[in-house]
């Protein structure tokens, strides 16, 4: 059927309910011309109602071919089994696909994408296209822009990951556990299979729905080839550890430059390429929570290194990875 040109496009969110869901929801409607948007249940037995904390209770209808017929644009943000399940019932002619969830990567039509990490728009079209994880699109961002400040040698990231990427089951399960060891309580451990309350975690438990070292991987995969296009930096050695924390990635980075560009330079070329830099007030995970962008601090020379340097980085994953799919879906609206 073809579209009334005074019509805005439709936009379907598989997986209404997400927190991924939400910030999609909210930044598509800052958007000008702003798209309907059509809330599609992610779960196996069709339609559910959404009403975390809104005063309205929003509907939300069943996945299926008929409920993807009509959008430009469909955003996978619900659980890998429910992107698995709508490349299925997709229509040749059907919406573009915006994989939040990193289950379609595999496909031989799937592109990594990351706009706000990428160095120019890839060539051609696709018809799914995967956001990198929020982690390994910050981690190009920052790495980028020091190289343009100095040739890089080497460098070193711990990432310390929120109960946030495991969706509102992790968020609910680290509130569970922090309030049962608080009183003595038996801990809920459906999704880290381990304490994650009060506990910072190098693996989850053997019981865990996914591994903490696959999650790694693919954000090591994901890096590496977003950093295929800045063939001059050298891949990163990174550690991915679980920290009890609800919302927001944390980075403790160490680069070694060719030659030091020395630390009021690193600050003043960051903030002067749009990062938040605080020299004074070094970001926290809490500070960046529903803030869009990169903030920096406690940029300081390493005592033991004199071409090299430590940062602390923190930036809201949910937001990143919003902002990204949103970026890629506008190129089809």
Same mark, same amino acid.
């Given at each position: 059927?073809?579209?009334?040109?005074?019509?805005?496009?439709?936009?379907?969110?598989?997986?209404?309910?997400?927190?991924?869901?939400?910030?999609?929801?909210?930044?598509?409607?800052?958007?000008?011309?702003?798209?309907?948007?059509?809330?599609?249940?992610?779960?196996?037995?069709?339609?559910?109602?959404?009403?975390?904390?809104?005063?309205?209770?929003?509907?939300?209808?069943?996945?299926?071919?008929?409920?993807?017929?009509?959008?430009?644009?469909?955003?996978?943000?619900?659980?890998?089994?429910?992107?698995?399940?709508?490349?299925?019932?997709?229509?040749?002619?059907?919406?573009?696909?915006?994989?939040?969830?990193?289950?379609?990567?595999?496909?031989?039509?799937?592109?990594?994408?990351?706009?706000?990490?990428?160095?120019?728009?890839?060539?051609?079209?696709?018809?799914?296209?995967?956001?990198?994880?929020?982690?390994?699109?910050?981690?190009?961002?920052?790495?980028?822009?020091?190289?343009?400040?100095?040739?890089?040698?080497?460098?070193?990231?711990?990432?310390?990951?929120?109960?946030?990427?495991?969706?509102?089951?992790?968020? @609910?399960?680290?509130?569970?556990?922090?309030?049962?060891?608080?009183?003595?309580?038996?801990?809920?451990?459906?999704?880290?299979?381990?304490?994650?309350?009060?506990?910072?975690?190098?693996?989850?438990?053997?019981?865990?729905?996914?591994?903490?070292?696959?999650?790694?991987?693919?954000?090591?995969?994901?890096?590496?080839?977003?950093?295929?296009?800045?063939?001059?930096?050298?891949?990163?050695?990174?550690?991915?550890?679980?920290?009890?924390?609800?919302?927001?990635?944390?980075?403790?980075?160490?680069?070694?430059?060719?030659?030091?560009?020395?630390?009021?330079?690193?600050?003043?070329?960051?903030?002067?390429?749009?990062? @938040?830099?605080?020299?004074? @007030?070094?970001?926290?995970?809490?500070?960046?929570?529903?803030?869009?962008?990169?903030?920096?601090?406690?940029?300081?020379?390493?005592?033991?290194?004199?071409?090299?340097?430590?940062?602390?980085?923190?930036? @809201?994953?949910?937001?990143?990875?919003?902002?990204?799919?949103?970026?890629?879906?506008?190129?089809?609206?």
């Amino acid at each position: 059927m073809a579209e009334h040109p005074f019509e805005r496009p439709v936009v379907a969110i598989v997986g209404g309910d997400t927190l991924l869901a939400r910030e999609l929801r909210e930044l598509l409607s800052e958007t000008p011309a702003a798209p309907r948007v059509q809330l599609i249940s992610a779960a196996p037995d069709g339609a559910a109602v959404l009403n975390p904390e809104e005063e309205e209770a929003v509907v939300m209808v069943p996945l299926a071919p008929e409920t993807l017929e009509g959008s430009r644009v469909a955003f996978l943000a619900g659980s890998p089994a429910s992107s698995r399940r709508t490349l299925k019932l997709h229509a040749d002619d059907g919406p573009r696909l915006v994989d939040l969830t990193g289950a379609l990567e595999e496909q031989p039509q799937a592109r990594l994408r990351a706009p706000s990490a990428e160095a120019s728009r890839p060539a051609g079209e696709s018809p799914i296209q995967v956001i990198a994880h929020p982690a390994a699109i910050a981690m190009t961002m920052l790495l980028a822009a020091l190289a343009r400040i100095a040739p890089l040698r080497r460098s070193i990231v711990h990432v310390f990951e929120p109960a946030s990427e495991r969706g509102q089951r992790g968020l @609910d399960e680290l509130q569970q556990q922090t309030v049962a060891v608080l009183s003595f309580q038996k801990l809920k451990r459906d999704i880290f299979d381990a304490q994650l309350g009060f506990n910072l975690l190098a693996r989850y438990g053997e019981e865990a729905e996914e591994p903490l070292e696959l999650i790694e991987q693919r954000m090591e995969r994901h890096l590496a080839s977003l950093l295929a296009a800045y063939p001059a930096i050298p891949m990163p050695s990174i550690r991915l550890i679980q920290a009890p924390v609800f919302h927001g990635h944390s980075f403790s980075v160490w680069v070694e430059f060719e030659e030091a560009p020395g630390v009021d330079n690193i600050a003043r070329s960051l903030s002067e390429e749009g990062f @938040d830099v605080r020299p004074d @007030d070094p970001p926290t995970n809490v500070g960046v929570a529903g803030q869009s962008g990169l903030s920096i601090g406690t940029i300081v020379e390493d005592r033991n290194h004199p071409r090299a340097c430590w940062l602390w980085m923190a930036a @809201d994953n949910l937001r990143l990875a919003a902002e990204n799919a949103v970026a890629v879906a506008k190129e089809s609206l």
